[in-house]
C-alpha cells in the first residue's frame, strides 16, 4: 500500500460541497468514485478540509491509500478522464505513511472575490459575489488587519461549529484590487485570508462583516471589539458562498514526496 496525496481544483457552483453526503453529488463522491472505476478499489479520501455547497478550490489536497501499482506520473490523466470537466487533479505524488492532508497541513489560504460596481461579469458570476455601489476600501482594509495574530473567532463562526477551541492564527490578511472595467463599470476585490485554520463559515462572516465596514455600517476599530466579544450576534451576516475559493495549503517541511 502507497499513501498518494493530489491536488485538486473545482468549481463548487454544482455540487452540494466537498465531503461526502447520501444522496448527494459531492467532490469527494465524484473522486472516490473515478478512483474505483480506475483501480477496482473503494477508497476514503481524506482533504485537507470541508469546502460548502457552492464554495470552490484552486488547490484542494487530499490523500488515501491504495494497493494500485498505476505509475504515478500516470494518475493526474487517468482520473481526470474519469472525471467532470468542473474537476481536475492537478498534481499527484507518494508521500510517506504518516502524511496526513488534513493534521500535517500547516496554513491554509483561502480567496473571497466580491465584484463592486454597476454590473456583474457574466462569465464569473459563479465565481463573484456583485455589490451594487460604493465600498470604503481603504476603511475595509484597515478592518481586515485586526484579525491578524492569535484570537479566539467565536463571534466569526458558525452556531452549529463544534470543536474543541476557537482559537485560530490568522498570519496574512489583505485586500487586493484587479483594475477597474470600463465596460462593466465595477472592479474585483480579492480578500485573502491565511490562517493556521479556519472554523466553520469563519471566512464568509468575516467578508459579511467586512462588507458592513465599507457602507460605513461599522468602524474598522470595532472588529476588535467583536473579537473579545465572542458573541456570533455581534459579527455581520454571512457572505455567499459562490464568492469562496479554498486557494492554497501549505505543508513546507511536513510534505514530503517520496516518488
Not at 30 to 58: C, F, N, P, Q, Y
Not at 64 to 86: G, K, Q, V
Not at 231 to 237: D, E, F, Y
Request: proline share 2%.
Amino acid at each position: 500500500m502507497v499513501n498518494i496525496c493530489m491536488t485538486v481544483a473545482y468549481d463548487g457552483s454544482a455540487y452540494c460541497g466537498f465531503q461526502t453526503q447520501p444522496n448527494n453529488d459531492t467532490i469527494q463522491g465524484r473522486l472516490e468514485s473515478a478512483i474505483k472505476h480506475l483501480t477496482g478499489e473503494v477508497v476514503k479520501i481524506t482533504a485537507s478540509g470541508r469546502t460548502d455547497a457552492g464554495v470552490h478550490a484552486r488547490g484542494q489536497v487530499f490523500n488515501f491509500y491504495t494497493a494500485s501499482t498505476i505509475p504515478i506520473h500516470r494518475w493526474c490523466m487517468a482520473l481526470n478522464t474519469r472525471l467532470p470537466d468542473n474537476i481536475r487533479v492537478l498534481d499527484a505524488c507518494i508521500v510517506s505513511d504518516d502524511f496526513h492532508s488534513r493534521r500535517t497541513a500547516k496554513r491554509k489560504t483561502y480567496r473571497y472575490t466580491l465584484r463592486y460596481g454597476k454590473y456583474y461579469d457574466p462569465m464569473k458570476k459563479h465565481m463573484e459575489f456583485h455589490y451594487y455601489g460604493a465600498l470604503d476600501l481603504e476603511a475595509m482594509r484597515s478592518a481586515l488587519a485586526h484579525f491578524v495574530g492569535v484570537h479566539d473567532f467565536t463571534s466569526f463562526c458558525s452556531a452549529r461549529t463544534n470543536t474543541a477551541t476557537y482559537v485560530r492564527t490568522i498570519f496574512e490578511a489583505r485586500l487586493e484590487l484587479e483594475a477597474f472595467d470600463e465596460c462593466l463599470q465595477s472592479q474585483a476585490i480579492h480578500i485573502y485570508l491565511t490562517g493556521s485554520g479556519f472554523l466553520y463559515n469563519m471566512v464568509r462572516i468575516i467578508v459579511g462583516t467586512l462588507l458592513q465596514v465599507g457602507e460605513g455600517k461599522r468602524s474598522p476599530d470595532s472588529m476588535k471589539e467583536i473579537l473579545v466579544s465572542r458573541n456570533r450576534k455581534l459579527a455581520g451576516p454571512t457572505a455567499m458562498a459562490h464568492g469562496l475559493m479554498l486557494w492554497e495549503v501549505y505543508y513546507g517541511d511536513n510534505y514530503k514526496k517520496l516518488d
